[in-house]
């Protein structure tokens, strides 16, 4: 293995941080889509989020 050039090491570009961003992005909105799922479809339940804010029904 040699090492890079400046001209070489100029031309790489920072994709991974992207990938990884949309992945979490789209891990991230899955994980919430089944809980809110499963929060509206149960016929009883109650939920608290930050700030105080609870939610009950029957």
């Known amino acids: 293995m040699r090492k890079l ?9 920072a994709g991974e941080l992207v990938t990884i961003a949309t992945v979490m992005a ?4 899955g994980v919430m889509i089944v809980i809110i799922y499963r ?3 149960s ?3 109650t939920a608290t989020i ?7 029904w029957n």
Do not use: D, Q, V
């Open 43 to 45: 016929n009883k339940g």
């Open 50 to 56: 930050p700030g105080g804010f609870k939610f009950t």
């Open 26 to 29: 789209i891990l991230s909105i």
């Open 5 to 13: 050039t400046s001209e070489e090491a100029s031309t790489i570009k």
């Open 39 to 41: 929060l509206f479809r």
